[in-house]
Nanobody, 115 residues
């Protein structure tokens, strides 16, 4: 089975930084697309950023210039460096991995940004 293990969430003040990590299964040679979505209370789950095995990235407009997504293909991990955090970034962040055309989700890690 596919399990995605997320870490790095927490509480920070506005303007601070956090680094999220997601570890995918180690027995898969290559995961084409990995990334992060987030869901704030009362809102739908929206894309934050994705990255392909070829390092092509896609960011939501709201995080461009502040967040950076990267990955380690050998380890099937994806990182999200979040800088200049704003209270509006508060959400549960979910790791996603697309494996053979199927979306797999992590359990989520909570990011809270205080003003």
């Amino acid at each position: 089975q596919v399990q995605l293990v997320e870490s790095g969430g927490g509480l920070v003040q506005a303007g601070g930084s956090l680094r999220l990590s997601c570890a995918g299964p180690g027995n898969i040679f290559s995961i084409k697309t990995m990334g992060w979505y987030r869901q704030a209370p009362g809102k739908q789950r929206d894309l934050v950023a994705t990255i392909t095995s070829g390092s092509s990235t896609n960011y939501a407009d709201s995080v461009k210039g502040r967040f950076t997504i990267s990955r380690d293909n050998a380890k099937n991990t994806v990182l999200l460096q979040m800088n200049s955090l704003k209270p509006e970034d508060t959400a549960v962040y979910y790791c996603i991995a697309v494996i053979y055309g199927v979306n797999y989700w992590g359990k989520g890690t909570l990011v809270t940004v205080s003003s």
